[in-house]
């Protein structure tokens, strides 16, 4: 009988909300950190939890996800019409993968390799390499030659963050 309350206890007491994912799987076009394009807020913040920034100078409602309060690595999530339309990766967190193995760190080679057809955006002091495949893009962020943040998009998004 002490077993079985404690157990619901512990249950009880758990965290309703998943903590910010530290490393992850990219699906190309798909989702990011387990989370799929075409979410609402609600369902974000159920994933990664609740505490983020909001950007006051981005042309779409945009959310940073930081490891570490006021340092900029982490996560970010675009908003339009009330759901996610991009997910991206920011200041080049380690950990993070596509699904064909690009991993942040790589030289700029590798994205080129494994995805044949992409689209070179030049965004000021970086480039974005864009995978499209129908309405949906994956973005491969590229700072002096290396991979330095991964993200998935609608294609209405454009690519610089």
Same mark, same amino acid.
């Given at each position: 009988m002490r077993f079985t309350t404690l157990a619901v206890l512990a249950l009880l007491v758990a965290p309703s909300a998943q903590a910010l994912p530290l490393r992850g799987l990219v699906v190309e076009g798909r %989702?990011? $950190?387990g989370v799929e394009l075409g979410v609402s807020p609600q369902a974000l913040t159920t994933k990664w939890g609740r505490a983020h920034g909001i950007c006051r100078s981005c042309r779409? #409602?945009?959310w940073y996800f930081n490891y570490v309060r006021f340092q900029p690595q982490g996560l970010g999530?675009?908003? %339009? $019409? $009330? /759901? *996610?339309v991009a997910l991206f990766t920011h200041w080049s967190p380690t950990g993070w993968h596509t699904a064909r193995g690009v991993r942040t760190g790589d030289p700029e /080679? /590798? *994205?080129t390799e494994l995805y044949p057809r992409l689209t070179r955006h030049s965004c000021g002091?970086? #480039?974005v390499l864009v995978h499209a495949r129908g309405a949906k893009r994956t973005q491969f962020y590229v700072y002096d030659g290396k991979v330095w943040g991964l993200g998935i998009s609608r294609a209405s998004v454009p690519p610089c963050r």
């Amino acid at each position: 009988m002490r077993f079985t309350t404690l157990a619901v206890l512990a249950l009880l007491v758990a965290p309703s909300a998943q903590a910010l994912p530290l490393r992850g799987l990219v699906v190309e076009g798909r %989702s990011l $950190g387990g989370v799929e394009l075409g979410v609402s807020p609600q369902a974000l913040t159920t994933k990664w939890g609740r505490a983020h920034g909001i950007c006051r100078s981005c042309r779409f #409602d945009t959310w940073y996800f930081n490891y570490v309060r006021f340092q900029p690595q982490g996560l970010g999530a675009v908003f %339009s $019409g $009330g /759901r *996610v339309v991009a997910l991206f990766t920011h200041w080049s967190p380690t950990g993070w993968h596509t699904a064909r193995g690009v991993r942040t760190g790589d030289p700029e /080679r /590798r *994205v080129t390799e494994l995805y044949p057809r992409l689209t070179r955006h030049s965004c000021g002091k970086y #480039d974005v390499l864009v995978h499209a495949r129908g309405a949906k893009r994956t973005q491969f962020y590229v700072y002096d030659g290396k991979v330095w943040g991964l993200g998935i998009s609608r294609a209405s998004v454009p690519p610089c963050r």
